[in-house]
């Protein structure tokens, strides 16, 4: 039986489905003084540093230029060849400098004073259609400073990073392809719950493009990856790249809301972004799927030098773009006209040759969100519910809980929980 047959099987408690009402987002309750308060924030408890009140203490016009022309300081770090620290510098972020194209191989941007306050500012006032921002995108600087700073910490990072919760009461919890569908990340972290030391999210590529948010979405992740550099992961997916999101709405997008300089930026972050993340030494998650040769080596992917464009052919391509096919157990052409598909026995020799037990992707529209095929060695997640307004799919997220999971006719790991949303 196929997912879709078997999941309809699965009693609706264990099948749970939270709707989120987007009516409750980001409600600002105005004061007849003018001062305000949200009452559903986005991630933080609507409190200042000092713990008292937004609302009590200042207007939002005031909140807004106290964090982009004080609080966020744009630093020019500069290290020596070991990458120590030299010395930095402070960019004024009301100026128009141009500072991105005088960095040099040993220098890098931070932007200081970016917490989950300044995050929720920017979700719930900036970027909400009729926030009380009087800009809908933020201050340019204080954007190519986000990307540059994400852009740091992702080179810093292995093609593969390793996580382990095993002995912890840390969820990790895997999103699939989000393709600029905003206003479900919200929801996402609203009903899942934010990023934090106790949940870890690994964002699995595909955030750009077809939906019209995709600057948000990414902003947003970025910002998230800056405040929470070991709590959220981003796996590069094939729309992080120059040719799809030229073609399918991100350049355009970027365009109207920014300048060509911050699109370039984008790039510059997706040539950047890792390929997978290894959880427990037995989930293997990448966007896209397997190579064409199984005995390859989780020290290959190590070694892939990732910093270009993926290109056509050859083990970075693969990781991004391929998908698992039930047609043939070996190898098989792909649907999308580019490279090929793999079916049952590649997964289970990958598995077996490098001693792991699943392999998570996303990559794919399923109906539910969620599918579990190679004899539930592979599953897919996909989290954009209602794909491109049309489609009437439910998202679906994953959490990895060792031995806190929940078993159920379509779901035979108890390390594993699998949860659908609208
Ligand atoms: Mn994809």
Redesign the pocket.
């Known amino acids: 039986m196929t997912t879709d047959q078997l999941i309809t099987q699965i009693p609706k408690e264990l099948c749970y489905k939270k709707i989120f009402n987007n009516s409750n987002l980001n409600k600002v309750l105005v004061h007849d003084d003018g001062t305000y308060e949200c009452e559903t924030d986005f991630l933080h408890p609507n409190e200042t540093e000092k713990g008292k009140k937004i609302s009590e203490e200042l207007e939002w016009g005031i909140v807004e230029k106290y964090y982009l022309e004080e609080k966020l300081q744009i630093i020019k770090v500069v290290s020596d060849s070991k990458g120590n620290f030299v010395n930095e510098e402070i960019i004024n972020s009301n100026t128009e400098t141009a500072f991105e194209e005088n960095l040099n191989a040993n220098e890098h941007i931070e932007v200081r004073g970016l917490n989950e306050e300044f995050i929720s500012l920017m979700v719930n006032e900036i970027f909400r259609p009729y926030g009380r921002s009087s800009s809908n995108t933020l201050p340019l600087n204080i954007a190519k400073s986000i990307i540059l700073h994400a852009s740091h910490i992702f080179k810093n990072e292995p093609n593969m990073t390793h996580l382990n919760n095993e002995h912890s009461n840390q969820t990790i919890t895997v999103i699939g392809?989000v393709h600029g569908q905003f206003k479900n990340v919200k929801g996402i972290f609203h009903i899942f719950g934010k990023v934090s030391q106790e949940h870890v999210y690994i964002f699995n590529?595909?955030f750009v493009d077809r939906g019209i948010y995709s600057c948000e979405i990414t902003f947003l992740l970025y910002c998230l990856k800056i405040v929470f550099p070991k709590n959220i992961f981003i796996n590069r997916?094939?729309?992080e790249s120059l040719i799809m999101s030229t073609v399918y709405g991100f350049k355009r997008e970027t365009l109207r809301k920014y300048n060509n300089t911050l699109f370039e930026l984008f790039q510059d972050s997706f040539q950047s972004l890792p390929l997978c993340v290894c959880v427990n030494n037995d989930y293997l998650i990448m966007?896209?799927g397997l190579m064409s040769n199984p005995e390859t080596s989780l020290d290959e992917i190590l070694e892939v030098n990732r910093f270009s464009e993926p290109g056509n052919v050859g083990l970075f391509h693969d990781l991004?773009?391929t998908d698992p096919t039930d047609e043939t157990d070996d190898l098989g052409p792909s649907k999308r006209g580019l490279g090929f598909s793999f079916g049952k026995s590649i997964t289970s020799a990958f598995l077996k040759f490098n001693n792991l037990k699943k392999i998570i992707r996303?990559?794919?529209l399923k109906e539910h969100g969620i599918d579990y095929s190679h004899d539930k060695q592979l599953i897919t997640v996909f989290s954009a519910p209602n794909y491109c307004g049309f489609h009437g799919n439910k998202g679906a997220v994953l959490h990895i809980k060792p031995n806190k999971g929940v078993k159920n006719i379509l779901n035979d790991d108890a390390n594993l929980e699998f949860e659908t949303f609208i």
């Open positions: 392809d590529g595909d997916g094939n729309h966007h896209g991004l773009w996303s990559h794919e």
